[in-house]
Each structure stands twice: as structure tokens, then as C-alpha cells.
């Protein structure tokens, strides 16, 4: 097909197309009226000079007629040797040479049929009126006979020679006619030329802009279906040898590209999936997980609480230090349980703040009251500061609380002597909540990785005090989903400060 | 005035005993049931003073046995406490909307679920 053409080439060559037609229509329109004017010249030149030599012609024989008159009169009068007889004979030949002349001439002109007719009819009686005028001249002929008879040839001659007028004139006219047809027809072909060259420009400028449009529409629709997702379009014109065609090659390594780029889309689409799918049996699993694990434990806890309490009778005195530690024990699996469970939600990533307005006053206390104890039992001082102005907070006070506990029961195990202090402080929209204690401080290069899952400073200090190490990393957590942030101040052997802050009013649907 | 009966729907052994044996010497008169369709059915027919509702129970859960409950002109407006694993957030909300009175996480101390008890149902001086 045309498609091996490049565009540049069908570009450059559909004009001068175009060009090419246009010049041959004009050239054509002008060599046909050239022709036409030679012809038409031709024609009506012939015409012209038949008409003048035919009238040349008449008044030559016309004249002889005269002369060879006044021949026989005078001829009868003088004698034959007479001067006047004989410039007559002279003259009258001469003037025969003349007609001879003349008449060749129009032989050689003339051209049509009824022409050629009327010159054979004047030759015919152009020799017969000779041979009558020379039988005069030489003597073998005369008198009134002679003179009539050579009166009615010239007459016959005359009317010959007016017929071959009117013949040329005829003809000249039907010439006419003729030509005036042909400059309408050739008037006509130029219009139907100049019509069809008009018509052949507009559908070369229309298969050579199709040549270049169709396939582009053709490629940008390939695209459009790519752009809306559709990775399985053919697209065409891949074989052309055109700039197009290599348009259609480009347009397939994108087209491929973008098919590869879809596959793995859904790739990730699916694994997303598989994993979303995953996380939700894993909090589905914690869910039953949770639930399995505190019913067994809440009978523990519950019975040994009633033992205890002496629901069963009195305890005897040596049972009383086991059953408490099966008490702390118990209470103590159950915080572990809490811990991974929270742990595991956060990491499923479907732990979710429950926001609500707070009272830090109500959180503060809450962890007071469940720490007071602990912290008399090991002889510390436990201080809590509160300026009398917090206003109402807005986050999750159950988490929250949870953190603070943390922090207090953290500061609480690892301090020996001296006392913990709790304070809580409002600047501006932030919430900041302040536990320091006089413990054994922390190192600076172990600062960093405290808050990190599993790590405490020191294992021996796990060993010493127990715990997973889970709590800070948990508390970590809630605060930064709550928009906030947690640190440490220390000292290695003067005590430490843990502090974290929270916006006072957690913004809905904010960083979790 | 008679003594005042309590309904603890719970599928756990251990934990019934423990409500058993804690309210043994008090005035309230307990009455067990093991799935939430016999707590419904139950409720329905003894007409307790108070529910205890586990709220993971085999058939249905102690959520749809509550929105049941409320359902009905003879329970509508009986004390029911929650009990629930504390699994996941939202879980006190969702008693709360189901028709709860009062909610109350495991593992418990028996003796706050007995102060809640007398909280809401006073035993008779």
C-alpha cells in the first residue's frame, strides 16, 4: 500500500499534485486555442482570398470580354493589320495569362467540394471561351455569330464564377459555424477539466489528510483505551514503514509497559488483599485469643480472690503469703496478656482510639489510686502536682491512663528510695504529663533504644524487676496516635523524667 | 419482701461457681444459664430482678440476647450488667447500644461485681 510512503513525502507530493493538474488543465486550454486560432485563421484567410481573387477573376474576363467587343467592331471597320487590332490582340492575350494566373491560384485555395465543382465547371469554359477568343483574334471566326456565341460562354463563365463566390462564402460561413462549435466544446472540455482537476485536488488533500489522520485517531483511541485501563489494545498500523508506524511501535512499548505495570498492580492489588485478609484472622484470632485467655484466668483470680476474702472460711495463716502471690502472679499474667494483645492490635493495625472528652483530673487519680499502694509498700514518696486549671481534654482517657500507669509503675519498680512524682501540665493546646523519680537514671546511648519493642536497658535489670519491656514501646504507640510524642530525660544515677505530650484535644480522624 | 433473683448467662462452669458461691451468703437467689437462646427463654419465664450477661456465648451472642431482651414488655427494662473479654475497642459501646445497664470487663473481682449487684438491686435490710 501507500503506507511505505513517510508523511514528509505524501506532504510534499500531494501539492505538487495538485500544481501539476492545474498546469496541465491551462497548458492544455492553451495549446487548443492556438490550434483553434491557426484553424479559424486558416479558414477565413482561404476564405478572404478566394472571394478576392474570385472578384479579380470576374472583372479580368470581364474585361477580355470587352476587349475581344471592341474587336469585332473594329475589325470589321479597319484591316487587320491595323495598329489598334493588333495592341488589342496583344492586350487580350496578355489579359489571358492574367485570368490563367489568377485561376490557378484560386484552384490551389479552394478547398470544399461544391467548390472544387464550380472551379472544374470555369476551367471548362474558360477554355472553351479562349478557344473562341483566339478563333476571333486569328480571323477564322468572326462576326455576329462569333460575338453572340461569345456572350453566352461568358455569361455561362460569369454566373461559374459567382457560384464559386457564393460556394466560398458558404463554406467560409459553415468554417464559421464550425469553429464557433468547437470553441464552445473546448470552452466546455476546460470547464469540465478545471472541474475535475478542482475535484481530483480536493480527494488527493482528502486521502492524503486521511493517510495522515486515520491512523493517528486510530493510535490516540489505542491510547485513550490504555489510559482508561485497558491493557489488551491492538494497535494499529505496527507494519507501516512511516514515521506513523513507528508512532504505532513507540505507542506498543508503552502500551506493554503499562500492560506490565497493570499486572503488577493487581499483584499488589491481590497481595494487599491476602495480607488485609491476614490481619483481619489475625485480630479475629487475638479477638477469641483474648477471650480464651481471661475466662480461665477471671476463675483463677476470681476464686482465689474469694479465698482470700474468706468467702470459704478462714485461711489458715500459712496459706496467706501463697495466696497473695498467686494474686500479684495472676494480675501480673494478666498485664503480660494485655500488653501482647495490645502489641499485636497495633502491629494488625487495628487499634483504634476511642475519643472522648476527659477529665485528666479523673485520669491522674485513677492512677494514684491503683499505685499509692505499691508505692507506701516500698517506702517511696508519691507525689502527684495538678494545677487547679486543666480544662476539659479530648482522646482516649482509657489510653491515656494506660500510659501514665506505665510510666508510674515503670518509675515506681525502679526506683528504691526517694519518691515519684506525677505532675501534669497545660500550655496552650498541648498536654503534657510529666513522671520523674530519683531511680538509678539511664544511660544516654540507652535512651534510644528504650522505647523500642523488647529492649530494657539491661537485661539483668529484666531479671531483677521483670516485665517484657513491652509497656513503653505500647505507650509509645498510643501517643503518636494520639498526635503526640514521649521522651526521656536522664541522668545515669540521678533519677529520670519521663515525659510525654498530647495535643489537649485530639483532632478527629487525625495521625493514628 | 422476698428475696431477689439474679440471672447469670454464662457458659463457663468455673465462672458460674464463682457467682455461686459468692452470692451462697447473700439474700439473692441465683438462676443459670448456659447459651444465650435458654438466657432469653429463661429470662422470659422466670422473670428475674437482674441479668449477668457474658457477652461471648454459644448460639447467640449476649449482644443480639440483649437486643432480644429489650425487645420484650416483660424484660425491657431489667438491670442488665455486660460481661465481656474486653477483646476489642468499642466493645462497652456496643453493650451500651445493644441495651446494657452496666458493663463490666473479665477478668473481675467478684467482690465489685457484688457491690454492683447491691449498687442496683439493694438487698432487702
Redesign the interface.
Known sequence: MLNRFPVAVKVLVAPALIIMLMVGIIMTAVVALHQQQSAFFRVVGGSLNTANMTTRLLVSIAEVQSDLLRYSQLEQRLAPSDQLLTDLRRSIKSRYSTIDALFGEIKTTTLGSGEADAVSNISDFLTIHRAVSLRILDGTSSGTTAVSTLMAHYQQLQSYIVELGTRTAESARAAEVQAGLYVNRLSQYILYGSFAVVIGSVLIAFYVGRAISHPLTQLISALTAIAEGNVNVRIPGLKRRDELGEMARAVNVFSSVSRDLRDREHLLTEKSQQLEAASKHKSEFLASMSHELRTPLNAILGFNEMILGQTYGDVPPDMQAPLVQIQASGKHLLRLINNVLDLAKIEAGRMELSLSDYSVYEVVDNVRSTLESLAAEKGLQFVVRLPPDIPVAYGDAGRITQCLMNLAGNAIKFTKRGKVEIAVECRGQVLMYKVTDTGMGIAPEKMETLFTEFKQTDASIANEFGGTGLGLSISKKFIEMHGGRIWVESESGKGSAFIFEVPLRVREGGPT | MSAKTILYVED?E??R??VR??L??TTYNLIEAYDGEAGVAMALERRPDMILMDI?LPKISGLEAIRRLRAEPTTATTPIVAIT??????DD?KAKDAGATAYLT??????DLLKLIRNIIPEPS
Open positions: 463457663n468455673p465462672n461457681m464463682i458461691d459468692l451462697k451468703r461471648q473479654s474486653f477483646a476489642l475497642n468499642g459501646k473479665k477478668p473481675y473481682s467478684p467482690y
